[in-house]
């Protein structure tokens, strides 16, 4: 990248590069709202990887204009930076958001392809295909479920052992209450 020498040139840099970030923003945006599959592709990296390369360049020429302000420039010229540094943050954060929601919905196409994975083998595990192993997966399979189906009764019975203790508990405090309020109070 060539060494601007003047305040302008800077700026008209800047401004460049905001307006291909800006192209480059616009199609990354339409990518991660269409995109559903599992894995990246070649234009999705290309795009991130040019996305922050132009970040990069930017944070390099504010950072250059930076040193023009504290050099002696202007109130004017401040506020430009300024403007120019909120952008580059505003661009960035938004960069990374993006981002984080493709990886996301990556995550997340990953994980329903595994269940339907998950559930194609299991139909033919049900269907019965003749093979040893495929005896042997449905096997485990029904001990999986049936291994499921006694913690959900354990579960129920902890649950019914901590409902029990807490009626004993009120009971007894029920009980010493009103042997106290007897002992209190004369009979008739």
Same mark, same amino acid.
């Given at each position: 990248m060539d060494l601007p020498s003047s305040w302008d040139a800077l700026r008209k840099q800047a401004r460049k590069l905001?307006?291909?970030l800006d192209e480059q923003m616009n199609s990354y945006?339409? @990518?991660?709202?269409t995109r559903v599959s599992t894995k990246g592709d070649s234009q999705e990296n290309d795009l991130e990887s040019g996305i922050d390369r *132009?970040?990069?360049?930017?944070?390099?020429?504010?950072?250059?204009?930076?040193?023009?302000?504290?050099s002696g420039g202007s109130e004017m010229v401040s506020h430009?930076?300024?403007r120019h540094q909120e952008i580059l943050q505003d661009l960035t954060k938004e960069f990374y958001h993006l981002r984080s929601s @493709?990886?996301?919905k990556q995550e997340h196409a990953s994980l329903l392809e595994?269940?339907?994975?998950?559930?194609?083998?299991?139909?033919? *595990?049900e269907e019965g295909v003749g093979s040893?192993?495929?005896?042997i997966l449905k096997e485990h399979a029904a001990i999986s479920r049936n291994t499921g189906q006694m913690d959900s009764v354990i579960s129920q019975a902890q649950a019914t052992l901590g409902a029990l203790v807490l009626q004993r508990s009120t009971f007894g405090g029920i009980n010493s209450k009103l042997s106290n309020v007897g002992s209190r109070l004369p009979t008739v």
């Open positions: 905001e307006a291909q945006r339409k @990518l991660v709202s *132009l970040l990069k360049q930017l944070q390099q020429v504010n950072m250059q204009m930076q040193d023009w302000v504290l430009t930076l300024t @493709l990886r996301a595994d269940f339907r994975e998950f559930d194609r083998t299991r139909l033919d *595990l040893t192993e495929q005896a």
